[in-house]
């Protein structure tokens, strides 16, 4: 297992107000990874920096084997390295179909003329296919995105990040508002990727992340607080002072 | 996306119109309106329709072309540029340069070769250039008329002005991210900026005066006006047809699928890996050339051009046009041209009657601008899908019901409820 | 100041009674009555002395007469008189003092006083000498208007003898400045001349520089040498001048034979053409200017046209000769000391006017201000464009004009249309979100379109109803004229008004929004909408007031623009664009940030003007396009709020 992003160092700050202070993190391949923390610890910036969507004031961000800087990239071009997001509130192209929004996510040239002169091929059609089968919406294919309900928009974007085919999933929340039986699949489709990638889950639920079966990271106040399995975290004084005591 | 691996090369124009049913209708429609138009005009049929209305429904293909560019850029890309009647300008003026100079000089020549002495080259320039500039006080030809005198490279400049104009602007403003109304108000100062360049007398276009007498083509005076005007009207159709045709193919497909979602969910289809911004720029200046394209096709049919008609008000009417025919869908953006204009033309030239209330002579002269600005405001808020939405209703196919709305919304700054995660303050 | 006058006139009329009553005119006239009645020139300076020395009140006027050939001397009393128009025979008389009519006298008995030319140029001038020290200053004011409007060497020793005893600062001061601007044209000697040429330095008067230009007048001549002149420049044909127009100085000059025109020497070869030839050239060669020229020669050469130089003459000949602007001055201390001191006002002139320029930039940027922080307002805080924006403040113009049909006192109803337009825009924003926008909130850009439809059905309501010709808003008499600071800053007090009412606005905001309930809960709303509803505020509520609040101030920005622009139904598209730059230049959500973007854009257009004063709409396509670039720098405006709060 070789380290494919690493953080160091990194500190940004909102008016003055430090969201991510000096914060370090190391993420392998394969490998599965929860990270938890309380309210304004600072996931989702966290993730907006591995993104590109936020530039840090300090720190540096190197991934791969040969450790490119991500912060000199733009957000599209961090994605096409092989990174990919899952938002908190499932953002899915509601307009178009579940085909036309897995096919949008296959990995291929993202150019405007390479897309524009796109041919579609029968591994394409193939991939969208698996993956809508792994994802349980293979019925829904000619559906918009729109009518799906809440767990399914869900899984299209899980399954939109899996045909973007990246090395490193990064997925916020992704049980939110699903019923028990939904989470499962989804723990399911989790585990099943993080056996070739890495996989960032953030999440809220405690059951969800036992589940997961782990290493977990604990974020307070924008750096890491503990780091181990989950049984071993929430045996921490501190985790418990900040987090699970409260 | 019935496309499979198997598709040979001629087959997928096939399956793109099966795709695309509204193209077939779109261009039989098309061909059957040219058609009808060719037999009743004065040239070529009965003489039904007079020259000048064979002219103006000409105008209006050209400006379906324009409005169907339009709606590619705003209807399916979210880019609500004010900008797009300016390229349609731009277009226009290249065109009008060639068609200027090349007549002018005909017109220069001959009478100069009336006199005893042959006149030399210089002579003739000059008196070119006294014949089109004397209306501002000059007699220099400027720089940017260099080409003027050859129909290839104006032709040329047709494409490249705009195409260019668009590429630096777009590029400039995507880099740096502007959406939403700010990039609507960033294209309409651009519109401003261009036709306050215009209007002055030493922008070497004639200032106020515009470019006039466009619609005597030089090499074809013996053709008249009744038949040039069904050559306009079958090139302006042509136009239509293609570029309807094309941007039907674009916004098919897998192009087609990120354009909307970039329209949709910008930042998404940024993290999905595609570099919205060139994506953007590419739809933009697409569409520039194409609105160029349709505007090369309509001055030489009304004959002038000035710099009225690149104010950001004619780009707001486009954007009227293609509202009310209803955006995100091609054929909705032609018919609200083609309907809003011809009615307009009605209204304004006096056809549609008054209505006397007793107390109060209602004169749509007067009043259609008011009928026109209401019934707009109607459209926005009962009606959004515009006239396209009754072929819905038509064919009984019911869209799913938007749980997103058109345009990306970033533009106000304001955050939506709920939608900055809390951690943020 | 008029005390001062009342005081100096005081003590004029004192010094002057004592003399009226030891004499008085008509006595000192018969002690010198030969040389009155017949004056010669070089004796009437006894006369003109006594009477200068006699200090009367009457005396200008008699001179006046006198040059006018008004004066006569009656033999039956040997008295002389002013006279009359004749009727017939008899010539009313006016006594010579006082101007009162003293009975009439057959013509026979009157001999004129007829002063030749020479001897009215002396009365002329101690006449000035008079009226420079009239003890009215009107009088004397125009006497120095006359001088300054034909100077005269002459007049340089009586203004200056005049100055002393000036009782009227800015008067005496006017008269210095002309005394050395006549000393620096007509002084005796260099050094006085060049003394006072740099004394003048440091006036901004526009006369000060005409007489400094007009020293530094110069002819153009030509020579094969340079002469010995005082030469100011030397001229380069092609660069300073069309080649043409060297060669015909030249011909003026006598220097060189003249050549033919080419449009003349066209129309001489079409009157020799002769089967299909010119001179042996046939006419399809006569395209190439070379061929041309020879068929002329050709002709020349047989005498039927007038001789031309052949170009490479012409070409020597230009080259040959110097082509130079001499100053008519030939004293070059003179013209050195009237170039520096010009160049040294010139540039206090730059200095001021640019200080002119930051004044009417400011004043623009006011109204800016004021046009657009009703957008800013509405924008910020609802994230609503309103394109209906420039018909609003349209609104609040013509309500002042309909206010001001009703009440034809402008002040009152200033006082009473400032108000109402506020009520009436604020009532027409308030239907408007009621209506409409309340419906398209999160769809900005069909708001935009929306409130762009209401623009053009109120554009054209206002044409129906007010028609499409100007109609005016006149500003109450005390805001008339400008206030001048000197000859070359002035600012009218109009734009004053507007730029004290932008700051009674941007202080009004101000305190509205940081200071009241409703400002708070404003503010509350254009941070954080959903927390601001939970906490108990009805979002819809403050929507609706902000809105009419916005479209409140566009209105009395259209009271304040219709006072020094035309009310048309078109004023408000004038704005719009700016106003929106503004806003956008500025960053959204922020009084500061529009008070900014005002000034930015405001100071940029007069700043571009500057450079280029004649074409205002140059300026303004200069301006956007900077704006435009602008944005690159700073897609947030120069106040960004800053944080994730902002959003992306």
């Known amino acids: 297992m070789s380290t494919l992003l690493e953080l160091s160092g990194v500190s940004v700050s909102f008016d003055g107000f430090k969201a991510i202070n000096n914060l370090s993190f190391q993420i392998g391949e394969p490998e599965m990874r929860a990270i938890i923390g309380p309210n304004g610890a600072g996931k989702t910036t966290f993730m907006d920096i591995i993104t590109g969507k936020t530039r840090p004031d300090e720190g540096r961000v190197l991934w791969g084997e040969k450790g490119v800087s991500l912060l000199s990239m733009s957000e599209s071009q961090i994605a096409q390295a092989g990174i990919g997001r899952k938002f908190q509130k499932p953002t899915v192209f509601e307009a178009q179909t579940v085909r036309e929004n897995l096919a949008m996510a296959l990995k291929n040239k993202r150019g405007p003329f390479d897309v524009l002169f796109y041919r579609k091929s029968a591994e394409g059609a193939a991939r969208i296919d698996a993956i809508a089968e792994e994802i349980g919406l293979t019925s829904d294919l000619a559906r918009p995105a729109g009518e799906l309900s809440h767990g399914q928009k869900q899984w299209l974007e899980i399954g939109m990040l899996l045909a973007q085919d990246p090395r490193l999933l990064l997925v916020d929340e992704p049980a939110a508002g699903m019923t028990p039986s939904e989470r499962e699949h989804t723990t399911d489709l989790l585990k099943r990727a993080a056996q070739t990638r890495a996989v960032v889950v953030v999440e809220h639920d405690m059951e969800f992340v036992r589940r997961l079966d782990c290493k977990v990271t604990v974020l307070h106040e924008g750096s890491v607080l503990a780091e181990g399995r989950l049984d071993h975290v929430t045996q921490n004084k501190d985790v418990i002072d900040v987090y699970l005591g409260r | ?425 | 100041m008029l005390r001062a006058l009342v005081l100096s006139f005081l003590l004029l009329t004192g010094l002057i009674a004592p003399a009226t009553a030891q004499t008085d005119l008509q006595t000192i006239l018969q002690t010198h009555a030969a040389e009155v009645e017949s004056p010669g020139r070089q004796s009437v300076g006894i006369v003109l002395n006594d009477l200068a020395a006699s200090g009367l009140p009457g005396v200008a006027a008699f001179l006046e007469a006198w040059q006018g050939r008004e004066v006569v001397r009656n033999a039956q009393d040997g008295l002389f008189y002013r006279q009359g128009r004749a009727q017939g025979n008899d010539v009313p008389l006016l006594d010579i003092a006082t101007g009162a009519p003293a009975g009439t006298a057959p013509k026979s008995a009157l001999t004129e006083s007829r002063p030749n030319g020479g001897v009215r140029r002396e009365i002329a001038s101690a006449l000035v000498r008079f009226q420079l020290s009239d003890p009215d200053i009107a009088k004397r004011s125009a006497a120095v208007d006359s001088i300054a409007r034909s100077p005269d060497p002459e007049q340089v020793a009586l203004l200056a003898e005049s100055i002393d005893d000036e009782p009227d600062p800015a008067l005496k001061m006017r008269k210095e400045q002309l005394a050395l601007m006549l000393t620096a044209r007509f002084g005796e000697t260099t050094e006085a001349r060049v003394e006072a040429i740099e004394a003048l330095a440091g006036s901004l008067s526009l006369d000060v520089r005409a007489t400094l230009n007009q020293i530094l007048t110069t002819t153009d001549g030509v020579a094969a040498e340079a002469p010995q002149a005082n030469i100011a420049r030397l001229r380069e044909p092609g660069i300073d001048m069309p080649l043409f127009t060297a060669y015909r100085e030249l011909v003026d000059a006598g220097l060189a034979p003249p050549r033919v025109p080419p449009a003349q020497l066209k129309e001489a070869l079409a009157q020799h053409v002769e089967g299909g030839t010119v001179a042996g050239i046939p006419l399809a060669q006569l395209s190439d200017p070379a061929r041309r020229e020879e068929a002329y020669q050709a002709l020349a050469a047989q005498g039927l046209v007038a001789p031309t130089v052949p170009e490479a003459d012409f070409n020597r000949a230009l080259e040959a000769h110097v082509f130079y602007s001499a100053y008519a001055e030939t004293d070059p201390a003179v013209t050195d000391a009237a170039r520096r001191t010009l160049d040294a006002i010139q540039t206090k002139v730059g200095v001021n006017q640019t200080a002119d320029i930051a004044l009417d930039a400011l004043s623009l940027a006011s109204i800016y201000f004021l046009a657009a922080i009703g957008l800013a307002i509405t924008f910020g805080v609802m994230g609503v464009i309103n394109m209906a924006h420039g018909e609003f403040i349209m609104m609040g113009a013509y309500t002042g004009y309909v206010v001001q049909l009703f009440i034809p006192n402008y002040t009152l109803s200033l006082v009473v249309a400032l108000p109402l337009a506020f009520a009436v825009t604020f009532a027409a924003g308030v239907a408007m979100e009621r209506l409409v926008i309340r419906w398209l909130y999160h769809r900005p850009l069909e708001t935009l379109l929306a409130t762009f439809g209401i623009s053009i059905a109120l554009q054209q309501l206002a044409k129906n109803i007010f028609g499409t010709q100007a109609r005016p808003l006149t500003s109450p008499g005390w805001l008339d004229g400008a206030l001048v600071i000197n000859e070359v800053i002035q600012i009218s007090y109009i734009r004053i008004a507007i730029f004290v009412l932008a700051l009674i606005f941007l202080g009004l905001i101000l305190f509205a929004l940081n200071r009241t309930r409703l400002g708070l809960e404003v503010r509350a709303v254009t941070q954080n909408p959903g927390m601001a509803a939970s906490m108990g505020i009805d979002p819809d509520r403050i929507n609706m007031l902000t809105f009419g609040l916005g479209s409140g101030i566009a209105g009395i920005a259209g009271v304040a623009i219709g006072l020094y622009a035309k009310v048309t139904s078109e004023m408000g598209q004038d704005y719009i664009v700016q106003s929106f730059m503004t806003v956008v230049v500025g960053g959204v959500g922020n009084v500061w940030g529009t008070l900014a973007g005002a000034t930015l854009i405001g100071g940029l257009q007069k700043g571009i003007e500057w450079f280029n004063p004649s074409n205002t709409l140059a300026a303004q396509t200069y301006m956007i396009l900077f704006i435009i670039l602008f944005i690159q720098f700073r897609p947030k405006g120069i106040v960004a709020l800053k944080g994730r709060a902002a959003g992306d």
């Not at chain 2, 261009?27 to 002219?55: I, N, Q, W």
């Not at chain 2, 100079?101 to 030399?120: D, F, G, N």
């Not at chain 2, 007498?213 to 030089?218: D, V």
């Not at chain 2, 349709?294 to 707001?316: D, M, T, V």
Request: with cysteine; net charge neutral.
């Open chain 2, 1 to 425: 996306m019935t496309f499979t691996a198997t598709n040979a090369r001629p087959a997928p124009r096939r399956s793109f119109i099966a795709q695309n049913p509204s193209v077939l209708w779109f261009l039989l429609a098309l061909a059957v309106f040219t058609l009808g138009v060719t037999l009743l005009s004065e040239a070529t049929g009965t003489g039904f329709l007079s020259t000048s209305f064979v002219k103006t429904l000409g105008k209006t293909l050209c400006l379906c072309l324009v409005a169907i560019a339009m709606d590619v850029v705003w209807g399916y890309c979210g880019i609500l540029s004010l900008g797009h009647m300016a390229f349609f300008g731009i277009g226009g003026y290249a065109i009008g340069m060639w068609l200027m100079y090349a007549r002018t000089e005909i017109i220069v020549t001959r009478s100069l070769m009336a006199a005893p002495i042959p006149p030399t080259e210089q002579e003739i320039v000059d008196s070119i250039g006294t014949q089109i500039f004397g209306v501002v006080g000059s007699s220099e030809f400027p720089l940017i008329w260099s080409f003027a005198d050859s129909l290839f490279l104006q032709l040329l400049m047709v494409i490249a002005v705009p195409g260019l104009l668009a590429l630096v602007f777009g590029w400039l403003a995507f880099r740096s991210r502007v959406t939403g109304v700010y990039l609507s108000i960033l294209t309409q100062a651009m519109t401003l900026a261009l036709s306050l360049y215009l209007f002055q007398n030493d922008s070497g276009l004639r200032g106020n005066n515009g470019l006039s007498g466009l619609q005597n083509i030089p090499g074809l005076e013996e053709m008249g006006q009744a038949t040039l005007s069904i050559v306009f009207f079958w090139a302006s159709a042509l136009a239509l047809g293609m570029g309807y045709v094309m941007f039907a193919w674009v916004v098919s497909g897998k192009m087609g699928s990120v354009i909307r979602g970039i329209r949709d969910n910008e930042a998404r289809v940024r993290f999905l890996g595609y570099p919205v911004e060139r994506f953007k720029l590419f739809v933009f200046t697409l569409t520039a050339v194409v609105a160029a394209i349709a505007g090369a096709l309509y001055y030489p049919q009304a004959g002038i051009i000035n710099p009225a008609e690149i104010a950001p008000i004619a780009s707001i009417y486009l954007a009227v046009w293609v509202a009310i025919g209803g955006r995100g869908r091609l054929y909705g953006a032609a018919i609200g041209a083609a309907f809003v204009s011809l009615l307009s033309s009605w209204f304004t030239g006096g056809g549609a009657p008054d209505i006397n209330l007793g107390f109060y002579r209602i004169q749509w002269t007067d009043w259609w601008l008011i009928l026109l600005g209401l019934s707009f405001v109607a459209v926005t808020l009962f009606a959004p899908k515009g006239i396209g939405g009754l072929f819905d209703l038509l064919s009984h196919r019911h869209a799913p019901d938007r749980v997103g709305d058109y345009g990306p919304d970033k533009g106000a700054l304001r955050a939506e409820e709920g939608s900055e995660p809390e951690e943020a303050k």
